[in-house]
């Protein structure tokens, strides 16, 4: 369905419409501003994004909502119940954790240059830095040679992490979809799941196809994640199997409704 307004799309917190007008007209790179035209779209990841992860960033303004709760149960969900990181228990504050919808992140590239991407979401608190990347009903992008060499997963763990690097901070990725990651993952051959094409929500289990491959990698190796990270800032003492190790079991897959469900129940809780 298409909105004769994008107000009717988003949940508009209290005196953020103008935040929000901001967010949808924001360019990347010099693009037109595509959020601006899908936030009239009601399958617009976009407005998901923003509905959910502002709302987060308001809870303390709106009620007396346990923010760090809320987050821990995310992170349960993520994380099959093994939560890697404990907000209560973490001698955090709220006022420590800053939530950023849209947020443009940099790295190197392999010839050095700057490498950049925007991310769906992400949260930064001390020593943490957590990506999340948001799907509905499209699959990831894919490489292309010459000019994109990296799919949008490996992009984002490679920039993620040299991120993190600047201040000290452990790197979190967490991809965020409809189904969970065995309902979605198809077993295929590596030469059709990394094909450039890309052919929408009939391509959408190349997302996970592509996050089991970097997370688990293949016979017992992880040598697909660490091909990818090749170029990055390694730290003294590590190695790029080390890094890709820690990168690797930091990766975690959240639903749309588990989200739904703990930002609703924050809501009524409180």
């Known amino acids: 369905m298409i909105y004769n307004n994008y107000k009717r799309n988003h949940v508009i917190c209290p005196d953020r419409e103008e935040r929000l007008k901001e967010f949808l007209e924001q360019r990347?790179?010099?693009?037109?501003?595509?959020k601006w035209k899908n936030g009239f779209n009601s399958h617009?990841?976009?407005?998901?994004?923003?509905?959910?992860?502002?709302?987060?960033?308001?809870?303390?303004?709106?009620?007396?909502i346990s923010l760090l709760s809320v987050l821990d149960e995310i992170f349960e969900d993520a994380y099959d119940g093994k939560s890697k990181l404990l907000f209560r228990n973490g001698c955090y504050q709220e006022d420590e954790i800053k939530i950023e919808i849209g947020k443009t992140?940099?790295?190197?590239?392999?010839n050095g240059k700057t490498e950049k991407t925007e991310v769906d979401a992400s949260i930064e608190l001390p020593g943490k830095l957590i990506f999340f990347e948001a799907k509905l009903y499209s699959t990831v992008s894919m490489a292309s040679l010459p000019d994109k060499p990296f799919d949008q997963i490996a992009r984002k763990l490679r920039i993620g992490y040299e991120s993190s690097l600047k201040d000290s901070r452990e790197f979190y990725f967490?991809?965020?979809?409809?189904?969970?990651?065995?309902?979605?993952?198809?077993?295929?051959?590596k030469s059709v799941a990394l094909a450039s094409s890309n052919k929408g929500f009939e391509d959408k289990w190349k997302s996970a196809w592509l996050f089991k491959y970097y997370k688990?990698?293949?016979?017992?190796?992880?040598?697909?994640?660490?091909?990818?990270?090749?170029?990055?800032?390694?730290?003294?003492?590590?190695?790029?199997?080390?890094?890709?190790?820690?990168?690797?079991?930091?990766?975690?897959?959240?639903?749309?409704?588990?989200?739904?469900?703990?930002?609703?129940?924050?809501?009524?809780?409180?």
């Not at 617009?44 to 007396?64: I, N, Q, V």
């Not at 967490?174 to 051959?189: G, H, M």
């Not at 293949?218 to 990055?232: D, Y």
Request: hydrophobic share 35%; charged share 25%.
């Open 28 to 34: 990347y790179e010099g693009m037109p501003p595509h």
């Open 44 to 64: 617009s990841e976009d407005a998901l994004t923003w509905s959910c992860f502002d709302l987060l960033r308001t809870y303390s303004r709106l009620k007396k």
């Open 105 to 110: 992140y940099t790295g190197l590239s392999l």
């Open 174 to 189: 967490i991809f965020l979809d409809i189904a969970p990651l065995e309902k979605l993952y198809r077993r295929k051959n």
């Open 216 to 270: 688990e990698g293949r016979n017992n190796s992880l040598r697909p994640l660490q091909e990818k990270l090749e170029g990055i800032n390694i730290p003294h003492g590590q190695t790029i199997k080390t890094v890709a190790k820690s990168i690797a079991d930091n990766m975690g897959w959240l639903t749309w409704t588990d989200l739904f469900k703990t930002i609703i129940r924050g809501m009524i809780t409180a």
